[in-house]
């Protein structure tokens, strides 16, 4: 199990780096006005990036400061959608 956890712990990390570098795409297409790539990227983040990252930390047991980060991630995903026009 403590194998597992770790392993979980690793994606975890990755996938927070994943997101935060799709956040970085989101800014560069905002700036650009490159509404369509920014749309896949916030797409990504949201369908599938998010959702992996609540599913390995729920495997852990989530604490309230990995529900902070996913609100977190969650509302800044919000306020590109927001710039860039795009309503779900």
């Known amino acids: 199990m403590v194998k597992r956890s770790n392993r979980a712990k690793t994606a975890i990390e990755s996938l927070k780096k994943q997101i935060n570098e799709h956040f ?3 800014e560069e297409d905002i700036a650009k006005n490159n509404s369509d790539l920014g749309r896949y990227h916030i797409k990504e983040v949201n ?8 599913k390995k ?3 852990l047991g989530m604490s309230d400061e990995d529900s902070k980060t996913i609100m977190g991630f969650k509302r800044r995903l919000e306020e590109y959608k927001k710039k860039l026009g795009i309503s779900d």
């Open 24 to 26: 970085l795409k989101i």
């Open 57 to 59: 930390i729920s495997f």
């Open 47 to 54: 369908k599938s990036l998010i959702t992996a990252l609540e």
